[in-house]
T-cell receptor
Framework: GAVVSQHPSWVICKSGTSVKIECRSLDFQATTMFWYRQFPKQSLMLMATSNEGSKATYEQGVEKDKFLINHASLTLSTLTVTSAHPEDSSFYIC??????????????FGEGSRLTVL | AQSVTQLGSHVSVSEGALVLLRCNYSSSVPPYLFWYVQYPNQGLQLLLKYTTGATLVKGINGFEAEFKKSETSFHLTKPSAHMSDAAEYFCAVSEGYSTLTFGKGTMLLVSP
């Protein structure tokens, strides 16, 4: 149980275009979803936290107009990188927690999405 | 505030040797502790977790970790390394209903 699926796994886009990444909890209701960014050979950097039906909470230094997060349902959150530039190229990972694990902080991770902006 | 320190950004072992990845944490309340593994270009997979109860926790792929409150440690071990264990390992701490805080990760390299 507690499977999180992320799509697409790889995406290449041209500079100036927007890219949407989806994160779905397949077998549980994700009350909270998190989006991380990971640079090569580094740890995960939390970008934002989103609760279903409310606006995402962004970490300091993360541009909310650049990285649009929507959590419209208990099983789906999306991250849209708007007007992407080469410096946005990175590995983006989503994670989710449901009511049964929320009290421990345990997270269930998607497979990650590799974004390359040309 | 909670924090995690992973000693050693890289650990190299020979196949069949003991694996020891170190993790120390800081928490103002009894913590929940996790080890995740990340293979190249993949998300994180939970290896094991400590929430309450037995302080020696067994996880997948033969890994285990022991919660030592007096040492504020949660080191990850495996008696005999396999080539397939080569990956990045992240220790993480939570104080419950809070954001998980990750360490910087330790890359495990396994040589034949």
């Amino acid at each position: 149980g507690a499977v999180v699926s992320q799509h697409p796994s790889w995406v290449i886009c041209k500079s100036g275009t927007s890219v949407k990444i989806e994160c779905r909890s397949l077998d549980f209701q994700a009350t909270t979803m998190f989006w991380y960014r990971q640079f090569p050979k580094q740890s995960l950097m939390l970008m934002a936290t989103s609760n279903e039906g409310s606006k995402a909470t962004y970490e300091q230094g993360v541009e909310k107009d650049k990285f649009l997060i929507n959590h419209a349902s208990l099983t789906l959150s999306t991250l849209t990188v708007t007007s992407a530039h080469p410096e946005d190229s990175s590995f983006y990972i989503c994670s989710a927690t449901g009511s049964r694990a929320a009290n421990t902080g345990e997270l269930f991770f998607g497979e990650g999405s590799r974004l390359t902006v040309l | 505030a909670q924090s995690v320190t992973q000693l050693g950004s890289h650990v190299s072992v020979s196949e069949g040797a003991l694996v020891l990845l170190r993790c120390n944490y800081s928490s103002s309340v009894p913590p929940y502790l996790f080890w995740y593994v990340q293979y190249p270009n993949q998300g994180l997979q939970l290896l094991l977790k400590y929430t309450t109860g037995a302080t020696l926790v067994k996880g997948i792929n033969g890994f285990e970790a022991e919660f030592k409150k007096s040492e504020t440690s949660f080191h990850l071990t495996k008696p005999s390394a396999h080539m397939s264990d080569a990956a990045e390992y992240f220790c993480a701490v939570s104080e419950g209903y809070s954001t998980l805080t990750f360490g910087k990760g330790t890359m495990l390299l396994v040589s034949p």
